[in-house]
C-alpha cells in the first residue's frame, strides 16, 4: 500500500504561482511512477502531469504545457507541481497518484493510489 497526501493548495490571484506537494509512504515509493490529476466543479477528473520513477521522463496536458513543471525528491518521498501563470479556469482540486506503470499514472481508472486532493482557486 501506498499512502499519498497533497498540500500546497489555496488561493491565488491570475498570473500568480503555487507549489503543490504530494508527500508518499507505505511501500517502496522510488518504484512508483507519480501523477497528478484535476477536477473542476461539474467536470470530469482530468489528467495535468505526470513523472516517471527516475525522474527522468514527464508528461503534462496540452493545457498546462509550458506553465506546469512536476518534479520529484526521492529521498523526501515527495512529488511536486509547480505551477506558474495560473488562471481562473485552472480551479480545481488537485489529485497526485501513484503506479508501478507510468502510463497509469495518465489514466484515471487505473492508477492505483490516489491522495485525498486539494483546493486551488484563482482568482480573476
Known amino acids: 500500500q501506498v499512502q499519498l497526501v497533497e498540500s500546497g493548495g489555496g488561493l491565488v490571484q491570475a498570473g500568480g504561482s503555487l507549489r503543490l506537494s504530494c508527500a508518499a509512504s507505505?511501500?517502496?515509493?522510488?518504484?512508483?511512477?507519480m501523477g497528478w490529476f484535476r477536477q473542476a466543479p461539474g467536470k470530469e477528473r482530468e489528467f495535468v502531469a505526470a513523472?516517471?520513477?527516475?525522474?527522468?521522463?514527464?508528461y503534462y496536458a496540452d493545457s498546462v504545457k509550458g506553465r506546469f513543471t512536476i518534479s520529484r525528491d526521492n529521498a523526501k518521498n515527495t512529488v511536486y507541481l509547480q505551477m506558474n501563470s495560473l488562471k481562473p479556469e485552472d480551479t480545481a482540486v488537485y489529485y497526485c497518484?501513484?503506479?508501478?506503470?507510468?502510463?497509469?499514472?495518465?489514466?484515471?481508472?487505473?492508477?492505483?493510489?490516489w491522495g485525498q486532493g486539494t483546493q486551488v482557486t484563482v482568482s480573476s
Open positions: 497518484n501513484a503506479d508501478s506503470n507510468l502510463g497509469a499514472t495518465m489514466d484515471q481508472y487505473h492508477a492505483a493510489y
Open positions: 513523472i516517471s520513477w527516475s525522474g527522468g521522463s514527464t
Open positions: 507505505g511501500r517502496t515509493y522510488t518504484r512508483y511512477a
